[in-house]
């Protein structure tokens, strides 16, 4: 059974910082792409980032570029999303998802098969 645990969230005041994990089990992690979404009240689920460990490949969206760096841990098959300069507009529930993919991931939700139950990210101004 594919299963993706996120933990990490908080609260934290800005400019402060988290490290989100998504601890992934059921599959070979060397075969999937893992990317890191938000959803605010009222907001579209947006891509913040993704990566691939087979190849190396990452993706930012440009809200996030220079504060969050997204990086892997086969051997404990996780993905972490550390969080830096935090924003009140940082403030989401934040999900992992995993995409079938030998190389590259995708900033599109659509393109995901499987989802984690999330984590609440509060940034307070």
């Known amino acids: 059974e594919v299963q993706l645990v996120e933990s990490g969230g908080g609260l934290v005041q800005a400019g402060g910082s988290l490290r989100l994990a998504c601890a992934a089990s059921?599959?070979?992690?060397?075969?999937?792409?893992i990317g890191w979404f938000r959803q605010a009240p009222g907001k579209e689920r947006e891509g913040v980032s993704c990566?691939?460990?087979?190849?190396?490949?990452?993706f930012y969206a440009d809200s996030v570029e220079g504060r969050f760096t997204i990086s892997s841990d086969i051997a404990k098959n996780t993905v972490y999303l550390q969080m830096n300069s935090l924003k009140p507009e940082d403030t989401a529930v934040y999900y992992c998802?995993?995409?079938?993919?030998?190389?590259?991931?995708?900033?599109?939700?659509?393109?995901?098969?499987?989802w984690g139950q999330g984590t609440q990210v509060t940034v307070s101004s």
């Open positions: 059921g599959f070979t992690f060397d075969d999937y792409g």
């Open positions: 990566i691939n460990s087979s190849d190396g490949s990452r």
């Open positions: 998802a995993a995409m079938r993919s030998r190389a590259g991931c995708s900033s599109r939700k659509y393109e995901y098969d499987y």
